[in-house]
Each structure stands twice: as C-alpha cells, then as structure tokens.
C-alpha cells in the first residue's frame, strides 16, 4: 500500500501541478530568507487582499480559455462596473440599485460578448479585444477625468475591514468561488461539457452538446463576476477613476496560463490554476518586501506569461517525441524477435 501511496505521489509530482508545487515551495522559501516580514500573519493575509479581485477574476477565466476562448476585456468590464455604480451612488440611487446596476453592466458586457462569439461565430479574441477598448472608452465617458469618491460609509467598510476574522468580504467571495468552480469544472457535467467543446467544436455539436449556450453562459458568468471584482475593488479603495483595473487583463491571463491552462483549450485544472495563483502572490510579495520596482515586478509577470505558453508546448513535443522513440524502439524489438 505505501508503495502504491509513493508512486501515485510521484505521478503527481511529474504533472504540472506538481512542477508548480514544488515551485511554489521554492519561491517561499527563498521569500522566507530574503525577508525576515515575510512569514508573518499579517503579511499572509496581506497578500490576498492587494490582489484579491485578479484572483476573483481568474477562476472564470479558467473556465473561458479551458473552453478554446478568450476575454481580454474583463479588466474594463471592472472599470465599468465600478464606475456604474459610483455614478448612481454620486447621484444618490438606493444602494440596491447601485449594486444591480453595477453587476447588471456587466453581465451585459458579457452577454454582447456572448452573442458575437456563440451565435455568430466571431473569433473571441477580435471581440473581447473590442470590448477591451469600448468599455473602457464607456468608463471615460462616464466618470470623466476625475475620482469620484461618493460612496456609502458601510460600503467602504465591507470593502475594507474584516467581516469574520480577518477575512475580508472579498476573500470570503473568493474562497466560495473556488469551491464552487473545483465542483462545477472537474465533477460536473457542465464542466465536461467545457472541456470537450475546448478539445473540438465539431466532435461536441455531433455529440449533442449545445455549444452556444455553453459559451454564452460562460460570457455571461466573465462579466458579470469581473463586475462583481471592479465593484469590490472601487469599495476597498473608497474611490473609481476611468484607469480603475486598467491593465489586469494580463496578470489575470498569466495566472491561468501558468496554472497548466492550455491556450488552444480542453486542457487544464482549477488545481492548477490556485497552485498558479499562489505563486505569482507570493513573487509580488516577495519582490515587494524585498523592495523591488514596480516595472520590474511587471517584467517577471511578462515572462511568466511568455514560459507560461511555452514550456508546457516544448513538454508536449519532447513526451511526443520521446512516445515515438519508444513506440520505434518496441518495432524494432519485435521483428528482431520474430527473426
């Protein structure tokens, strides 16, 4: 039985997941020497909450690029979100308007985003890209060039003081999206219907699978959770700008890609993408106690981003290669015996 235990633990460790374990243990380690802050509570709860609403964001994501799609304009779907419900909130609109409001932008973003890619067929790169600049041209026509800070005093509060604990309530969101995402990506059937259309479109339209709805709610559900994180995001700054978000769709990207994600879709884990998340938290962590620029933490990001896609493709070639050696290797063998 242990020695079932050692290899199953094995197989585990040659997977990506295990690569990013064993990296996510090096990077605390190194943090841990560099730093002395680093190990500290405080510390560790602080570096959820700077980057809680990329990460909020990222679990859908997921779901988008494992489906062979892509939502670059997440990041202004927050902005605009947020600005939606600050201007209401500026205009004195009942909080529950303000907070519908805001949610409902999104899910629209998302539902134009849906039609275009799902019933029409446009490639979802043109289309988010799009929508990348066209909300965030929304937002700037919204709020202007100015900060609108006019938010209730209870909703500065939830964004920003612990609600049980020291969770705040965006990490509680967090906590209970990644529940819920594990669940409905790797034991559903809705997530298996995710991975096939990822694999192929064709072989899952002859199979039964009705392709656009699924990559319709999966719009949907991108906007109107990337209008939940640019809400929570205006009420733990107590403030919105036009830039608000501006810039997290790469971060956001590079958090999936690096978990095991393939690009071409149908491949990766919600495992792989909270291994993912751990680590690129603890580099700007670490690179941030250890008093790094903000332009060089932007930099490391990039090149995550770029051996992101490039190493698990350079693993799939070598396992290729290596599988046809072996397959030549046993025809060889065989007429050799046979002679």
Known sequence: ???????????????????????????????????PAYLTFENQINLFELYIEKIIVALIMAFVIINGEIDLSVASVMGLAAGTMAILFEHGAPAPLALLSGLAAGALCGLFNGFWIAYVGLPSLVVTLAGLIGYRGLVYVLVRDRSITAFPDWLNRLGQQPLIGPFTLAMLIFFALAIAAVILLQYSGFG????????????????????????????????????????????????????????FELEIITMVLLGGVSIFGGKGSIWGVLLSILIILNLHNGMGLAGLSGHLRAGVIGILLILSVLVPNLAGKVRESLGRQRRLQRAVETVEIEA
Not at 8 to 34: C, D, H, P, Q, Y
Not at 211 to 233: E, P, Q
């Open 192 to 247: 298996r219907y995710v991975y096939v259309i990822g694999n192929s479109k064709e072989v899952a339209r002859y199979s039964g699978v009705q392709v656009h709805r699924v990559k319709m709610a999966l719009f949907i559900a991108s906007g109107t959770i990337a209008a939940l994180a640019g809400m929570l995001y205006a009420s733990r700054l107590g403030a919105m700008r036009g830039s608000t978000a501006e810039g």
């Open 1 to 35: 039985m242990f020695q079932r235990f050692l290899t199953a633990l094995w197989e585990r460790l040659k997977s990506w997941e295990g690569l990013l374990l064993i990296l996510l243990l090096a990077t605390i380690f190194v943090n841990s020497r560099l730093t």
